[in-house]
């Protein structure tokens, strides 16, 4: 399940970043100065990570064993700006607690 985190991870960030790009900076450079350069270049990039982002989430929450909502909360966390640093922090937290961690060998008896 490690491989599948540290995808999520990684991808919750950047769509998150580009996320707040898109509305920080973007947003008002379209609507009050009338420049949507920002807007047409990021937005079409945030669509399409955004959908990566789904297939991770929903790839995380197949192999953690989530139900069907909380995978539906994980996935919309991607869509609300700084929500995804948020949700990224809880669901890794989460999942590192339900890992099961390894035990330690014993060293033989009798040498």
């Known amino acids: 399940m490690g491989g599948a985190l540290t995808r999520y991870r990684v991808v919750a960030n950047v769509v998150g970043v580009i996320l707040v790009v898109l509305v920080v900076v973007g947003m008002p450079l379209k609507y009050v100065w009338h420049d949507a350069v920002v807007v047409e270049t990021v937005g079409p990039a945030?669509?399409?990570?955004?959908?990566?982002?789904?297939?991770?989430?929903?790839?995380?929450?197949?192999?953690?064993?989530?139900?069907?909502?909380?995978?539906?909360?994980?996935m919309l966390a991607g869509t609300v700006p700084f929500?995804?640093?948020?949700?990224?922090?809880?669901?890794?937290?989460?999942?590192?607690?339900?890992?099961?961690?390894p035990v330690p060998a014993r060293e033989p008896v009798g040498r």
């Open 46 to 74: 945030h669509g399409f990570l955004y959908m990566v982002f789904l297939l991770a989430a929903f790839d995380l929450g197949r192999r953690a064993g989530w139900p069907l909502g909380r995978m539906v909360l994980v």
């Open 83 to 101: 929500l995804s640093f948020y949700a990224e922090r809880r669901v890794t937290r989460q999942v590192r607690r339900a890992e099961p961690r």
